[in-house]
């Protein structure tokens, strides 16, 4: 079993645990007596979890919130499209060289051939 594997079994296990432990508490709160009264049990293990993903949530918020804030704008759709078309006027600008390099690098393979054959 590779590390990545160990560590999702793990995860998995603590996981099952936590929730039959959750749910044995919440119907069973009996079993906690020497610790609690039930009542203060069952309000507990309710209040916790809720408390938990509430704090969870509004953590997702403000980092959502935190990194709007701090992203700087993107350029005007006007500005890009210039670029684009700017970029395209050079390509075409250099497509003729380009294809007069592709005509001499072709004729100098002729010449090699013609030489090779000769």
Do not use: H, N
Request: proline share 7%.
């Amino acid at each position: 079993m590779s590390k990545d594997q160990v560590i999702g079994g793990v995860i998995c296990l603590v996981c099952v645990l936590v929730a039959i432990f959750y749910v044995v508490t919440l119907f069973y709160p009996q079993w906690l007596s020497s610790i609690a009264p039930a009542s203060e049990v069952k309000f507990w293990i309710v209040a916790v979890p809720v408390l938990i993903t509430f704090v969870a949530i509004m953590a997702i918020g403000a980092w959502i919130g935190w990194t709007m804030a701090t992203t700087p704008p993107p350029k005007p759709i006007e500005e890009i499209t210039a670029e684009m078309e700017e970029k395209k006027e050079e390509l075409k600008a250099e497509a003729p060289k380009i294809e007069e390099a592709a005509a001499e690098a072709s004729t100098e393979e002729k010449k090699l051939e013609k030489k090779r054959k000769g």
